[in-house]
Antibody, heavy 130, light 107 residues
Framework: EEQVWESGGDLVQPGGSLRLSCAAS????????MTWVRQAPGKGLEWVSS????????YHADRVKGRFSISRDNSRNTVSLQMNRLRADDTAVYYC???????????????????????WGRGALVTVSS | EVVMTQSPATLSVSPGERVTLSCRAS??????LAWYQQRPGQAPGLLIHGASTRAAGIPARFSGSGSGTEFTLTISSLQSEDFVVYYCQQYDDRPHTFGGGTKVEIK
C-alpha cells in the first residue's frame, strides 16, 4: 500500500525553528516529486514547498522563501521541511503529498511532473505561539 | 500569481440533488486544474485532474469540465458522504495555487 506520513509537528515559539519529516512506503520514492501543503486552522489549502524526484530543483512559496527549506533523502525515502524564523501565521497543519505521475525511463533531465497530488499524509500540526 | 476563486463559499443542498461548484482562474491555466475533496479532520483527496479526468476510484457521479479560466465540478446526485469541502487547484503556473474552497452542506 502506498503511504506517506508526517512527523515532527510541535509547539514552537515565534522566531524558533522546527524540522518536519515525511516518510514514504509502498512506491518507488526516488521517482516522484513531493510537496508540502499547509492549512491554517479553519482556512483553506496553501502550497508551501516542492522538490523534484532527484532533489535537483526545489520551489518555495514567497511567504516562506528564505525561511523554509525542502530537502529529500532518497536512500531513506524521506522528504523534510526545515522551518526557521517561524511566525504566528505559520501555524497550520502541514501535509506531505506526492504527485500522481513519477519520472519514467527516458524522461529528460528537465522533466517535471504535473503538480497535482494523489497521495497525502494525515498532516502534522505546527503551532507557533509564545 | 494565479488567483483561484471558488463560488459560492457555501452551498446548501438536499441529498440526491445535483450540484455545480465553480472555480475561476485570474488567467488561463489551460486544462491544468485539479479538484480535491476534504472531509473534516482529514487530508484532501484527489477527485479530478486535467479539468475533467476522474482520479482512480472516484465515482462517476463526480465530473469536471472547463478550460482556460472557467471550471466546474458537478456532483450528479449528492450522497451523504459528499457533504464536505471542495478545493480547486491550478498547476499550470507556479505557485500552484488553490481556491478558497466550497463547503457543501445539507439543506
Amino acid at each position: 500500500e502506498e503511504q506517506v506520513w508526517e512527523s515532527g509537528g510541535d509547539l514552537v515559539q515565534p522566531g524558533g525553528s522546527l524540522r518536519l519529516s515525511c516518510a514514504a512506503s509502498g512506491f518507488t520514492f526516488s521517482a516522484y516529486a513531493m510537496t508540502w501543503v499547509r492549512q491554517a486552522p479553519g482556512k483553506g489549502l496553501e502550497w508551501v514547498s516542492s522538490i523534484i524526484d532527484n532533489g535537483a530543483r526545489t520551489y518555495h512559496a514567497d511567504r516562506v522563501k528564505g525561511r523554509f527549506s525542502i530537502s529529500r533523502d532518497n536512500s531513506r525515502n524521506t522528504v523534510s521541511l526545515q522551518m526557521n524564523r517561524l511566525r504566528a501565521d505559520d501555524t497550520a497543519v502541514y501535509y506531505c503529498a506526492r504527485v500522481q505521475n513519477g519520472r519514467q525511463p527516458g524522461d529528460p533531465p528537465s522533466w517535471e511532473p504535473y503538480w497535482f497530488f494523489n497521495l497525502w499524509g494525515r498532516g502534522a500540526l505546527v503551532t507557533v505561539s509564545s | 500569481e494565479v488567483v483561484m476563486t471558488q463560488s459560492p463559499a457555501t452551498l446548501s443542498v438536499s441529498p440526491g440533488e445535483r450540484v455545480t461548484l465553480s472555480c475561476r482562474a485570474s488567467q488561463s491555466v489551460r486544462s491544468h486544474l485539479a479538484w480535491y475533496q476534504q472531509r473534516p479532520g482529514q487530508a484532501p483527496g484527489l477527485l479530478i485532474h486535467g479539468a475533467s479526468t476522474r482520479a482512480a476510484g472516484i465515482p462517476a457521479r463526480f465530473s469536471g469540465s472547463g478550460s482556460g479560466t472557467e471550471f466546474t465540478l458537478t456532483i450528479s446526485s449528492l450522497q451523504s458522504e459528499d457533504f464536505v469541502v471542495y478545493y480547486c487547484q491550478q498547476y499550470d503556473d507556479r505557485p500552484h495555487t488553490f481556491g478558497g474552497g466550497t463547503k457543501v452542506e445539507i439543506k
